[in-house]
Nanobody, 126 residues
Framework: QVQLVESGGGLVQAGGSLRLSCTGS????????MGWFRQAPGKEREFVAT???????????DYADSVKGRFTIFRDIAKNAVYLQMSSLKPEDTAVYYC????????????????WGKGTLVTVSS
């Protein structure tokens, strides 16, 4: 079982940037598929980004259409961490952001993830 802790959330103005961090213990992240999800008040948890181990010692990144071109997911192997760099933030990006690990099937599906952090709140003001 992987234990995950998110950090880096906060209040930012529209157009600003934030970097979210997810650190883990219990297992090395190197080849573990990892994802970021978010949940706004009154809405279901939705997919944001995922990073999976690919051939050629590279990682494949996948993004929701709503964040493509503005968010970047990347890893620091030495720190056993995964990050979400968020730029050009919009008020509709306001949500609690969750880090997740070990999808059993569809990496875009929240229900397929076994391990979750407790989340970090991102608030984007207009």
């Amino acid at each position: 079982q992987v234990q995950l802790v998110e950090s880096g959330g906060g209040l930012v103005q529209a157009g600003g940037s934030l970097r979210l961090s997810c650190t883990g213990s219990g297992r090395t992240f190197t080849s573990l598929p990892m994802g970021w999800f978010r949940q706004a008040p009154g809405k279901e948890r939705e997919f944001v980004a995922t990073t999976t181990w690919s051939t050629g010692n590279t990682y494949y990144a996948d993004y929701a259409d709503s964040v493509k071109g503005r968010f970047t997911i990347f890893r620091d192997i030495a720190k056993n961490a995964v990050y979400l760099q968020m730029s050009s933030l919009k008020p509709e990006d306001t949500a609690v952001y969750y880090c997740a690990a070990s999808p059993s099937g569809n990496a875009r599906s929240a229900k397929d993830y076994a391990s979750w952090g407790k989340g970090t709140l991102v608030t984007v003001s207009s």
